[in-house]
Each structure stands twice: as C-alpha cells, then as structure tokens.
C-alpha cells in the first residue's frame, strides 16, 4: 500500500512477484 500510495507501481509489483513465489496459495496475493 506504501509504494501505490507513493505512485512506485514498478516496486509495488516487485513485492507482489517475490510474495507469490514464497506463498503461491496465498489468496490475498490471488486477489492482486
């Protein structure tokens, strides 16, 4: 929420990518 907050997609989406691979299942990582 920090790095959309701040207009940072391209770290946003790091964070995303690296929470998927460490918590596939993960449905809050589904839902972004």
């Known amino acids: 929420e920090l ?3 701040l207009d ?3 770290e946003a989406e ?3 990518q ?3 691979a460490i ?3 993960s449905y809050q ?3 972004m």
Do not use: D
Request: a neutral charge; hydrophobic letters at 40%.
């Open 8 to 10: 940072r997609t391209t």
């Open 18 to 20: 690296e929470t998927s």
């Open 3 to 5: 790095y959309l907050s």
């Open 23 to 25: 918590f596939p299942l």
């Open 29 to 31: 990582v589904a839902f």
């Open 14 to 16: 790091s964070c995303v």
